[in-house]
């Protein structure tokens, strides 16, 4: 068995509060009820054939499109064509670092194991998550889907992460708080670990990496 010499983490919901409530903030702000969001979703997606928020994570479409999309499909949802603007810039005002995950970052790096970021996000959200904490003093890769033109779960961001890292994918420990993705990780042999807590997400890398 080869050993595990990198932890590859999520970025939403692991490094940082959970997504859900971030998202919920910016519906309230923006005065959409969450079930009038998740239909206007459904909407564009039907009327697409794809989902609104994959292509903006995929670089498909600009976050200006797809605040205009999603006005479009919240005006005859809501009777008044809402006003979608900064979407990022409200949701990263209700994201918050998770430092107990930070701490954990910090801690495998002092013992030699190496650390990359494996983000679904989105271009224009880049400066903003980017200034939540020091990326690259503690990251030595990032792969964001924004960039690369795919997304988890999809094999190939998985699979390209790893060829940027020269591991095989059991040589590698992969955190996301999304099933989705951690089922995709473990489908291709990563050591995933699914984050519902601090507490528990830190004690299962240190358990890995103890073998
Ligand atoms: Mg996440």
New binding site residues.
């Given amino acids: 068995m080869s050993r595990i010499e990198m932890v590859i983490s ?5 490094l940082t509060t959970p ?1 859900v409530e971030a998202f919920l903030s910016v519906q309230d702000r923006v005065g959409i009820p969450p079930k009038t969001f998740g239909e206007a979703l459904r909407a564009i997606s039907e009327q697409e054939g794809t989902n609104p928020l994959f292509e903006l994570e995929c670089g498909r479409i600009t976050e200006r499109e797809f605040e205009s999309q999603l006005a479009d499909a919240l005006e005859p949802l809501l009777g008044h064509r809402p006003v979608i603007q900064e979407f990022g810039l409200l949701l990263f005002e209700a994201l918050e670092p998770n430092p107990g995950m930070l701490d954990l970052i910090r801690e495998v790096r002092r013992d030699g194991i190496r650390t990359a970021l494996l983000t679904n996000n989105v271009k224009e959200w880049e400066p903003k998550w980017r200034s939540m904490f020091p990326v690259d003093e503690l990251f030595e890769t990032v792969v964001d889907s924004a960039f690369v033109g795919c997304r988890k779960p999809d094999p190939r961001i998985y699979q390209l992460t790893l060829e940027r890292v020269e591991l095989e994918p059991e040589q590698c420990i992969f955190i ?3 099933q989705i993705n951690v089922d995709a990780a473990n489908e291709l042999g990563l050591h995933a670990v699914h984050f519902r807590e601090t507490a528990q997400a830190r004690a299962e890398v240190h358990s890995l990496l103890k073998g």
């Fill in positions: 999520d970025f939403g919901g692991v997504l996301d708080d999304m």
